[in-house]
């Protein structure tokens, strides 16, 4: 499996990235994961730090912060544990609640910016009984979103994905945990799902959507996940999605 993207910082980038981001309302910490021996580090470094360097300044602070740790730095390692990042490159938001495995690129620089985009509104956009649901879950949902750069179609499952992250941090339960998985960085992640066709969607270890899901379809699987029963649904395939 190989992939290929450009990362466009160009001026034209920028300026669109400066335009979007003028908007924001609250602060957003942004903490990137990086290391020795790896490809993509340093083309994250540089997208973060781009995104960090265009957004608005509000009392002498930009209003994205980032950090950056080092896998290679032994005082790094003990925040590389408390977020349970395991790999690099690495982006998250939430204190890893919402993370990106692998960089960022292409299509889904879009959902990331308006990943930080509704976090610094604080507001995740979802349906009152998406939130109402989320307030009352107890327990743990891991959703692997599996992405390429090319994919037109993974932004809008990961901001999904993302969003009910958000709001089950906000509403206090942190029960779910969502993971935008690079597919040609981390192929051994997208040849255990069997993955033909992005976005794909596992929820604990197990596939469940094939596209972009519907917010309640999506509710549903997740609470299943966490009631311990994804056994008893099947996959759906959204037709939504694009091969790899």
Do not use: H
Request: charged content about 25%; hydrophobic content about 40%.
């Amino acid at each position: 499996m190989a992939g290929f993207y450009a990362l466009d910082l160009s001026e034209d980038f920028m300026e669109e990235l400066r335009e979007t981001l003028a908007d924001m309302i609250g602060p957003v910490r942004i903490d990137v994961f990086i290391g020795p021996n790896c490809n993509t580090c340093k083309d994250t470094y540089d997208l973060i730090k781009a995104i960090a360097d265009s957004s608005p300044v509000r009392n002498g602070k930009r209003l994205v912060e980032m950090r950056v740790f080092d896998k290679s730095r032994q005082g790094d390692l003990e925040e590389f544990k408390r977020q349970g990042i395991e790999r690099i490159p690495s982006v998250t938001l939430l204190d890893g609640y919402i993370r990106y495995t692998g960089i960022p690129a292409g299509e889904e620089i879009r959902g990331l910016i308006e990943t930080i985009m509704r976090i610094s509104e604080g507001d995740s956009g979802l349906e009152d009984e998406t939130k109402e649901a989320l307030a009352e879950l107890s327990g743990r949902a891991y959703i692997e979103t599996i992405v390429t750069p090319s994919c037109p179609y993974c932004p809008y499952a990961v901001l999904l994905a993302n969003m009910f992250a958000y709001e089950a941090y906000k509403q206090g339960t942190k029960a779910v945990i969502s993971d935008t998985v690079e597919a040609y960085e981390n192929p051994d992640i997208a040849d255990k799902y069997g993955v033909m066709s992005v976005p794909s969607i596992a929820i604990n270890g197990r596939l469940v959507f094939i596209g972009v899901p519907y917010e309640e379809d999506f509710l549903n699987y997740v609470k299943a996940a966490i009631e311990g029963r994804l056994e008893e649904v099947a996959p759906i395939d959204m037709g939504d999605a694009t091969g790899i």
